[in-house]
T-cell receptor
Framework: EAQVTQNPRYLITVTGKKLTVTCSQN?????MSWYRQDPGLGLRQIYY???????DKGDVPEGYKVSRKEKRNFPLILESPSPNQTSLYFC????????????????????FGSGTRLTVV | AQSVTQLGSHVSVSEGALVLLRCNYS??????LFWYVQYPNQGLQLLLKYTTGATLVKGINGFEAEFKKSETSFHLTKPSAHMSDAAEYFC??????????????FGRGTQLTVWP
């Protein structure tokens, strides 16, 4: 089954304790991204990656790191979590150039993970 | 700058009534448009998308949306609401130009309540 897998689903941690949220996709997608969802603010992009070893900041990157050493994995790292990073996090992946597959732009679409609810106390 | 605006953070309708959720975008380039639904304590599910071709797009669960370039809008509709439609709905837009290539921008969401 084509999917994006995030772990853990729920995490409670203390301020300053480094943590990693994992994200893995099995669709051979070039593009991966992390979002955080906060009430009334919708989803905001943290970081994205257009391919292996290619990452860039989204709209709210402060306090986060990412890496893309393999095509399928895109972990989100919080080196020193703070309470304002308490949020619901989603990983997503997509074909970056759908035309290559012959499907044209009809293949434009993003598959989301089930989310990680993080609480920092 | 590109942006996505959903008018109305909360919409309430009676069961059987028309559902209309509004989405406008600002962009200087043709966008790709998406509607996602999020049920309580769940992830995001794609309802429908517009990329090219027919501007009236049909999605799952009886929803449809029409891309109106002149109005820069992509409003979501359903002729008859069902209790199971109660959820949060997000409009999202992809602008494939320059620094925004591949990026998906979301509106702030509209919470739909359906009354019996």
């Amino acid at each position: 089954e084509a999917q994006v897998t995030q772990n853990p689903r729920y995490l409670i941690t203390v301020t300053g304790k480094k943590l990693t949220v994992t994200c893995s996709q099995n669709m051979n997608h070039e593009y991966m991204s992390w979002y955080r969802q906060d009430p009334g603010l919708g989803l905001r992009q943290i970081y994205y990656s257009m391919n292996v070893e290619v990452t860039d900041k989204g709209d709210v990157p402060e306090g986060y790191k990412v890496s893309r050493k393999e095509k399928r994995n895109f972990p989100l790292i919080l080196e020193s979590p703070s309470p304002n990073q308490t949020s619901l996090y989603f990983c997503a992946s997509s074909l970056f150039f759908p035309a290559k597959t012959g499907g044209g732009t009809s293949n434009y679409g993003y598959t989301f993970g089930s989310g990680t609810r993080l609480t920092v106390v | 700058a590109q942006s996505v605006t959903q008018l109305g953070s909360h919409v309430s309708v009676s069961e059987g009534a028309l559902v209309l959720l509004r989405c406008n975008y600002s962009s200087s380039v043709p966008p790709y448009l998406f509607w996602y639904v999020q049920y309580p304590n769940q992830g995001l599910q794609l309802l429908l998308k517009y990329t090219t071709g027919a501007t009236l797009v049909k999605g799952i669960n009886g929803f449809e949306a029409e891309f109106k370039k002149s109005e820069t809008s992509f409003h979501l509709t359903k002729p008859s609401a069902h209790m199971s439609d109660a959820a949060e709905y997000f409009c999202a837009v992809r602008f494939d130009r320059g620094s925004t290539l591949g990026r998906l921008y979301f509106g702030r969401g509209t919470q739909l309540t359906v009354w019996p």
